[in-house]
């Protein structure tokens, strides 16, 4: 299952790879199994965490790209990894929940905590109070132990099923469904508090500042008082909105079935600037860092713009296809990727 490496593993500096006005990658990174990129980034330290469709889990240094450990898993890796405290999770396509050693890649544990039948986990999980949270394709929500994976309470949504991963604040666990159902559920006990909607399916919810924002394919972005579940406003974006709200200094940026990125001001929902990508669906998170927007296209580029204006800083290129997972920035390093993986200062 889980097969350690030497300390360099097809790190290539490929700077007719990707370029960003002139730049060259800090590395490059492909992975030896062959697969794409599929949820996401998570940093513990210097370390960088990553998983691909083929089932691998990798852990390199964050700042040359060299392999730390790579694991090899049964099925694809779904959603980004989560990191607490020396232990990562994550989940497979098959229903398959792991926890590795982050300074090794020992397993630790792993489990299927429910019978294995339409067992597919499509979007990763959540970690908080000693838990973990996912959705699967049963139409139920699921909280297990993070110190041995032990199924703790599960929560049944609708029939149209639960195609997301819930987000996770102070005790609380939001989650949105594909139905448009949102619900606010308690992460002690499994039992439904209180909640809300929208007219489509609808992506992870981000928690701040004591409010949940909520974004859903109806093109709608919606603000809620979580004391009280008291509406604060909804926001019409026009385009099926395909991405969490991103939260940041009072800002919120969703992206678009088709290409735009929309900035929206936290207060009151109105929009503050559009950028249309031209590249198709925003599948992936933007981020927040520093004054930039960082902003993952089908067309398989990720833009940087001006938080306040839009305007575009820098375009970063994989030249190799589009961007379906999440970027990252850590300590000033931009990482993003599909079958490759590159790191930009």
């Known amino acids: 299952m889980k097969r350690l490496l030497s300390a360099l593993l097809l790190v290539v500096v490929l700077a007719a790879s990707a370029s960003a006005a002139g730049r060259a990658p800090v590395f490059t ?36 790209g060299s392999l730390n450990w790579s694991y090899r898993g049964t099925n694809s890796i779904t959603g980004a990894p989560v990191v ?57 929500l699921y909280a297990v132990s993070q110190k041995d994976g032990r199924n703790l309470w599960t929560y049944s949504g609708s029939s149209q099923g639960l195609r997301t991963a819930p987000a996770y604040s102070d005790g609380l666990v939001f989650l949105g469904e594909y139905d448009g159902i949102f619900s606010i559920i308690d992460a002690k006990t499994g039992k439904r508090l209180n909640g809300g909607g929208a007219g489509g399916a609808i992506n992870t919810p981000s928690v701040s500042n004591g409010n949940v924002y909520f974004s859903s394919w ?5 603000a809620v008082k979580i004391k009280g579940t008291e509406p604060l406003w909804n926001a019409k974006i026009g385009d099926p909105v395909t991405t969490s709200p991103v939260v940041s200094n009072g800002m919120i940026v969703v992206g678009t079935g088709r290409g735009l990125a929309v900035a929206l001001n936290a207060k ?8 249309n990508t031209e590249g198709g669906e925003i599948a992936a998170d933007p981020v927040i860092s520093n004054g930039i927007v960082y902003v993952p296209s089908g067309d398989g580029r990720v833009y940087a713009l001006d938080a306040s204006t839009g305007r575009t800083r820098y375009i970063y290129s994989t030249e ?15 990482y993003f990727g599909n079958d490759v993986i590159y790191a930009y200062n």
């Open 268 to 275: 009151d929902g109105s929009i503050i600037w559009r950028f």
């Open 29 to 64: 990174f492909k992975p030896e199994d062959g697969g794409a990129l599929t949820g996401g980034f998570a940093v513990s330290g210097n370390t960088l965490l990553f998983g691909t469709e083929t089932g691998g889990m990798y852990s390199l240094n964050k700042r040359n």
């Open 320 to 334: 190799n296809g589009g961007i379906a997972a999440g970027i990252l920035v850590s300590d000033g390093i931009l």
């Open 84 to 140: 607490a405290g020396d232990k990562v999770f994550f989940t497979q396509g098959d229903g398959t929940v792991t926890c590795l050693n982050v300074s090794n890649g020992s397993t630790v544990w792993e489990t299927v905590p429910y019978e294995r039948e339409n067992s597919m986990i499509d979007s990763g999980l959540t970690a908080g109070n000693g838990m973990l949270f996912f959705a699967r394709s049963d139409y139920k």
């Open 218 to 222: 109806d093109g709608s972005v919606n």
